[in-house]
């Protein structure tokens, strides 16, 4: 929200299924003269809907993590103080989730969809990073820095946010906070601006935009966290600000006037990254800005299979497939594949279709994602040393929701006869 509140308080002091049709893009639409409203369009079909209709400011859209819920920050209750918010994907059940007599803005969902982290100015006046549980309502600070923490964004796997701040070189940067540690890495310098980044579906680059130190336009730039490498997506003249990533991380949607000088109304385009070609996607003399990208969650089912014909005999090798394969409309990022250990058998050989294997207790076969329909399976070969009956156990997991995680682990018993 810098473009809307932080200059302002500165100068002032279920398993139900998403489609995965090209997606849904929330975004913050101003009508010219009116107020602004939180709306979402079909990146396929361009069609539009309104979800909130009040004579208040609702801005700053974030997905849950199913892509079922939408928080956003408004000052529907008192024009000078906004709250988060959070609602259905149709715009019903709105309710306020912080009440302070401070700015509540910028939020950002957990991928567990148990919290969500905000920019506050609620302490000395600066913005400060702070999360709120959304079953017991409880709220932590995350920062207590001199200057602003803003534009906070939680990484895939939850452990760390990404923001803005300007408690350093008093120019703002792009930071990493360790949730669990409190460490804060500064991932981007020099005496450019940098604001709102956005995590990429598999947490290995963030994207953000970009103020020159010399003014002019600001661009939308990506910056590759391990190993390091930037780079910028655009450079068109006129302002390109806010970008989100697609499920599929392919697409980067953003806000932007259209080459148009400072008089233009910000439009929404889609950049695909391997064509390096940017696209409109609306069009008119409404403001839309802040888009952010629906997730499409996965669905993760594993089965586990013996391939030893007839009977399992201790001291002799028996092998089995262990199977993932991603029944959701979404993409599946960073999919993990564990053998868990199983008690008196010893491990002979572990090959995996697709990606690298690593560890004995457990064994972790990693793969890059799986798209809809997308499987991958692992061949374990291991050796029982005694009789008795075994539980062989395997689960996946990845950086997406999973619609229906029960389906993650499977557990499958094997009676193993001792040797005459």
Not at 93 to 107: G, I, L
Not at 174 to 191: C, F, H, K
Not at 374 to 380: D, E, L, T
Request: aromatic fraction near 6%; include cysteine.
């Amino acid at each position: 929200m810098l473009g809307v509140l932080v200059p302002l308080a500165l100068a002032a002091a279920a398993a139900a299924k998403v489609p995965d049709r090209g997606g849904l893009i929330a975004f913050s639409r101003a009508p010219s003269g009116g107020d602004s409203e939180i709306a979402t369009i079909s990146s396929s079909t361009g069609r539009v809907s309104i979800l909130t209709r009040n004579r208040r400011t609702d801005v700053e859209p974030a997905w849950s993590p199913s892509g079922e819920r939408i928080a956003f920050s408004s000052n529907r209750r008192t024009p000078l103080n906004f709250d988060i918010w959070i609602m259905r994907l149709d715009g019903k059940n709105q309710r306020r989730v912080t009440a302070s007599t401070a700015n509540d803005v910028e939020p950002t969902w957990s991928p567990d969809g148990t919290r969500v982290a905000f920019s506050s100015d609620r302490k000395r006046g600066d913005f400060d990073l702070w999360s709120v549980n959304l079953k017991g309502g409880g709220q932590k600070r995350l920062t207590s820095n001199e200057g602003n923490d803003i534009d906070p964004a939680f990484s895939p796997n939850g452990r760390k946010l990404a923001f803005a701040s300007d408690h350093e070189a008093g120019n703002f940067n792009i930071y990493l906070l360790d949730l669990a540690s409190g460490e804060q890495v500064r991932v981007t310098g020099g005496p450019s601006q940098d604001f709102e980044p956005a995590w990429s579906p598999d947490g290995r680059t963030l994207s953000f935009h970009r103020y020159p130190k010399t003014g002019g336009s600001a661009n939308v730039r990506f910056i590759q966290i391990a190993p390091t490498r930037s780079g910028a997506f655009t450079r068109r003249r006129g302002d390109e600000l806010a970008p989100s990533w697609a499920p599929d991380g392919r697409r980067v949607v953003f806000q932007s006037r259209g080459g148009c000088t400072l008089t233009c109304p910000f439009d929404l385009w889609v950049h695909n990254i391997a064509r390096a070609q940017s696209k409109r996607l609306t069009r008119g003399r409404a403001r839309d800005t802040r888009p952010v990208w629906q997730p499409s969650p996965s669905d993760l089912g594993v089965r586990l299979t013996p391939t030893n014909p007839g009977p399992v005999l201790a001291g002799n090798e028996f092998a089995y497939v262990i199977e993932v394969e991603n029944h959701g409309p979404g993409t599946a990022w960073s999919v993990s594949i564990e053998h868990l250990p199983v008690p008196g058998v010893e491990l002979v050989s572990v090959t995996a279709t697709r990606g690298p294997c690593s560890g004995t207790v457990p064994v972790v076969c990693t793969v890059e994602r799986l798209g809809p329909g997308g499987k991958a399976s692992v061949r374990v070969v291991t050796r029982p040393l005694e009789g008795g009956v075994l539980e062989l156990v395997a689960r996946s997991s990845s950086l997406t929701f999973d619609q229906r995680s029960r389906n993650n682990v499977r557990r499958v018993p094997v009676a193993v006869a001792a040797p005459e």
